[in-house]
């Protein structure tokens, strides 16, 4: 989506209504190919009323052009891009990008273009199909307009809302997508209005609902509406994700039950065919504190080495698995591309679960070694 709510608005225009199939009346008698087609004139909407609702942080006119064409001045490469007609002080303010996807911060882009009302930005695959470097001149255009040449001020990887990996264009080959990102007014002045998207960043306790109801009171005409919240949500409830997230929670449930009743039964056990050391140790005057200090040392050098051990395999696992999952998606919908992180809190509660099994542990034979009877052990080893 690129921002919180991505929508579309009724813009009138004097376009024709379209003829439906069974209209009666008598074909034209001139040949289709004399006709010659009037382009469509649009009446660009109040932008006002989105920038006064309540709980919008910022707005943004997001311009696109999917069957935009390009033009390389200086040699015959030309193609299909994607345009993007944007201002660039409200577009760093609305737009949202994860990081590390481009080589500088996406504002420092924007910067960049700023000062130059010519000034656009190109992706890198349409810069090496047509062997485009900064500085260098290039044309975009649509259908039947003249075009406009714009200057080439920096190569970019990804762009909010905007898919780098190739699509099928039908003839069975994948087809490399371009971009071309430019200002919105010179596009305007220069090409054509045309309709354009409003993207709404939401302020911080603000939910979608209540921008739902705004735009309902104030009767804005919105035609299509993409939310970045319900989105994740679909995709979080995702039926494979879910069975995979189950499958994985329920086996590490499992594994973590089976690893602590197993403690516990060898612990018990260890301690039951002991009862005699212990009880002579106790008469000799080896005090309880001490007890439970060669319990604990004990588990330390067997049962904390084993879990060292553990977490350096299972570290060693993961990094090779986890991996693997990439496997699982469809390569065109891994937009931002598929990355492993490692939060801190996921690692706590691991750890806090082994320490949870290793102290529940230590209580339970401290237990059981407070009801060691010295006299019944004694009289134990002597039978």
């Known amino acids: ?38 382009r469509v004139q649009y009446t660009e909407p109040p932008f006002e009323p989105f920038e006064e609702l309540d709980g919008v942080q910022a707005t943004a006119k997001v311009f696109k052009k999917q069957e935009a064409r390009f033009s390389a001045v200086g040699n015959e490469k030309s193609g299909k891009t994607v345009l993007f007609g944007i201002d660039t002080k ?11 996807l481009l080589q500088y911060p ?29 500085g260098d001149p290039i044309r975009v255009y649509w259908d039947s307009l003249d075009g406009a040449t714009f200057t080439v001020y920096g190569i970019i990887d990804y ?8 699509s099928d264009q039908g003839s069975g080959k994948p087809g490399q997508p371009h971009l071309v990102v430019g200002h919105l007014g010179t596009i305007q002045n220069r090409l054509a209005v045309e309709p354009y998207e409003v993207w709404l960043k939401l302020a911080d306790g603000t939910n979608s609902e209540q921008i739902y109801r705004e735009l309902q009171e104030k009767k804005l005409q919105v035609t299509s509406l993409r939310d970045a919240t319900q989105e994740l949500v679909q995709s979080r409830n995702d039926p494979f994700r879910l069975a995979m997230n189950g499958v994985m929670t329920l086996g590490f449930s499992i594994s973590m039950l ?12 260890t301690l039951s065919g002991r009862t005699l050391q212990y009880g002579v ?6 005090s309880f504190p001490q007890m439970i200090g060669m319990l604990v040392s004990e588990q330390l050098l067997t049962s904390g080495a084993a879990v060292l051990i553990g977490v350096f395999i299972g ?50 034979l401290g237990y059981r070694l407070t009801r060691i009877r010295i006299a019944q052990a004694l009289k134990l080893g002597e039978e």
């Open 258 to 269: 089976v690893s602590f009743i197993g403690f516990l039964l060898f612990w018990v056990l």
């Open 159 to 166: 762009w909010p809302s905007w898919s780098p990996l190739p």
């Open 106 to 134: 996406i504002n420092s882009y924007l910067n960049l273009i700023a000062p130059n009302p010519e000034a656009v930005l190109i992706s890198r695959s349409l810069a090496e199909d047509a062997k485009l470097k900064p």
């Open 315 to 364: 570290n060693v696992t993961s990094m090779k698995f986890v991996p693997l999952f990439e496997m699982s998606f469809a390569s065109k919908e891994q937009v931002p591309p598929f990355t492993i992180t490692y939060q801190l809190s996921d690692y706590l509660q691991l750890y806090g679960i082994i320490g949870f099994t290793l102290a529940t542990g230590l209580i339970i």
């Open 1 to 38: 989506v690129g921002t919180d709510i991505a929508l579309t608005t009724k813009w009138e225009s004097d376009a024709p209504p379209p003829v439906s199939p069974g209209a009666g009346g008598q074909p034209p008698s001139e040949p289709a190919t004399t006709t010659v087609q009037k």
């Open 281 to 286: 140790l106790r008469a000799m005057g080896i």
């Open 90 to 100: 409200d577009f760093g303010s609305t737009a949202w990008m994860k990081e590390g």
